[in-house]
């Protein structure tokens, strides 16, 4: 059956739906949309504006006549890494998914209710191991409240498939016990990567005060892809120890309830480490201690509007984080931070692109250590706190980076300094925006190695830049606008070019 859109002329079909043939509205041409892996793609389309649908990448191509090549038409998957589970959503699609058989499995044909009064978090872990034993698949959930008394543990190749906001996962847990996670995945107790891999949750909204949501831990090859957040305990989504995770659509209405309480979050299982856990409806366990790092991850096309002000909005938390990318996000109501590095953590390679930090206290703060971090990039960010009274500290804060480039940044608001840096090298800032500081628009602390271009300094109390001990700034290009002193220098200036 072809795909089902209506650019094709045809209905729509959700899993679970029962099949009516009165949905199709016309004729399809049967060559509007070809089907099959990459690898049996041809190498030339038999017509312009052909289409080939790469079931096992997520990608449809155009076939472009006039340049002889397929070109990128639709789709989320990647040449070199595909959709998890593409093609057991391909099938979704093309099977009646109250059948009991693979690739989908409807919870509903396995007597799994979501009526929200009944636990059936044994039935769906017990539902989950038979999709994984069968070589994976989808485990569909219609709309319902599904209670999830035991943590279910996701194995490989396999997809968790919900109807949106109308299904809702919620994770009873025991005075004592809370926080213990809602979903997790078979192998959070191996080592480095070893747990299930090439699996995801689709479509589902979190609504559990006493658990936190999805946990990946020492998985790999991860997808969550619109993802609803409501009440919690810690997190909506904790990212432990497990590399290739993307997160794409996460919206959070509130954040956690507990401690550290970010709606997302990044950490490494660090040994010794007495959190981060599973519940079986007895007793907790927990993921492995061996240091592994969370690395290559993304969150993107997020929104995080928090009504009860948790602390941060995403936490980079206890151990090692690489190649973390957050991008086209907006996160707002944070009563410490929008985004957190913990001190003294080594994070490397930490992209954050396209997003908005509005009204929290503060907006990117990655805290305080001396070296042993590389590569930041941050681009086409909005740092802005209107309320006086909400602004604390600095607005951007970073150290410890050993190469950091800062660009199309915009810091305003009474923070106490609107951009600060401590013992970064070959830090370059250009197109970056401070204003209304109480103190200093541009704080290069300590032990910075800095270069500053086509930037404005404007409305702060004291300095526009201030270059402390050790640290060696030029700059250029700067437009100064009442502030109390253009450049404060208490340690070594590197003289380049004169802004005034």
């Not at 109807?163 to 480095?192: F, I, K, Q």
């Not at 994070?347 to 042993?372: F, M, P, Q, W, Y």
């Not at 001990?469 to 070019?497: H, K, L, M, N």
Request: proline share 4%.
């Amino acid at each position: 059956m072809a795909d089902r859109t209506p650019r094709l002329g045809l209905g729509t079909f959700d899993p679970g739906d029962e099949w009516d043939h009165t949905d199709t509205v016309e004729a399809v041409d049967e060559r509007a949309i070809v089907r099959g892996p990459i690898a049996e793609r041809p190498a030339a389309g038999e017509y312009d504006d052909e289409l080939y649908h790469a079931t096992d990448q997520g990608i449809t191509w155009r076939w472009d006549a006039d340049g002889e090549d397929w070109t990128y038409f639709s789709g989320r998957g990647c040449a070199d890494r595909p959709v998890p589970g593409t093609s057991h959503f391909e099938a979704a699609r093309l099977t009646h998914a109250r059948t009991a058989e693979t690739p989908v499995w409807n919870v509903e044909a396995h007597g799994i209710e979501g009526d929200g009064t009944t636990e059936v978090g044994r039935a769906v872990h017990d539902l989950l191991e038979t999709v994984a034993e069968a070589g994976g698949g989808i485990a569909y959930f219609p709309p319902g409240r599904y209670l999830l008394e035991r943590t279910p543990l996701v194995g490989d190749d396999t997809i968790l498939l919900g109807a949106g906001r109308s299904t809702v996962l919620e994770g009873p847990r025991p005075d004592g016990d809370e926080g213990r996670a809602l979903v997790s995945n078979r192998g959070y107790d191996e080592t480095e990567y070893d747990g299930a891999s090439n699996w995801g949750i689709r479509n589902v909204r979190i609504d559990s005060p006493e658990s936190t949501g999805i946990m990946p831990a020492h998985a790999e090859n991860v997808r969550l892809e619109n993802i609803y957040g409501d009440r919690i305990y810690y997190h909506h989504i904790d990212v432990v120890s497990s590399k290739n995770v993307t997160v794409d659509g996460f919206w959070a209405t509130r954040g956690g309830e507990g401690d550290s309480d970010a709606p997302v979050q990044f950490d490494s299982q660090r040994s010794g480490t007495n959190w981060n856990s599973i519940w079986d409806g007895h007793d907790d366990g927990l993921v492995a201690d061996d240091d592994t790092p969370t690395r290559n991850c993304t969150l993107t096309d997020f929104e995080i509007d928090p009504v009860n002000e948790p602390e941060y909005g995403v936490h980079l938390h206890r151990g090692e984080t690489e190649s973390i990318t957050l991008s086209d996000g907006y996160i707002t109501g944070c009563q410490y931070t929008a985004i957190r590095g913990d001190p003294d953590e080594s994070v490397s390679d930490l992209t954050v692109d396209g997003v908005s930090c509005l009204e929290n206290a503060r907006g990117i703060t990655l805290g305080h250590v001396e070296s042993g971090r590389r590569e930041l990039t941050v681009d086409n960010v909005t740092i802005r706190t209107d309320d006086g009274d909400l602004a604390a500290g600095s607005g951007l804060y970073a150290a410890g980076f050993d190469g950091a480039a800062i660009s199309n940044v915009t810091v305003s608001g009474a923070f106490t300094n609107a951009i600060i840096f401590d013992d970064m090298t070959d830090l370059k800032l250009s197109t970056v925006t401070a204003t209304g500081a109480d103190d200093q628009a541009f704080r290069f602390r300590e032990n910075v190695d800095a270069t500053l271009t086509t930037a404005r300094a404007a409305n702060c109390g004291s300095a526009g830049v201030y270059s402390g001990p050790d640290s060696s700034v030029a700059y250029g290009g700067v437009t100064f606008d009442d502030v109390g002193e253009a450049v404060v220098v208490d340690g070594e200036t590197r003289a380049w070019r004169t802004s005034s």
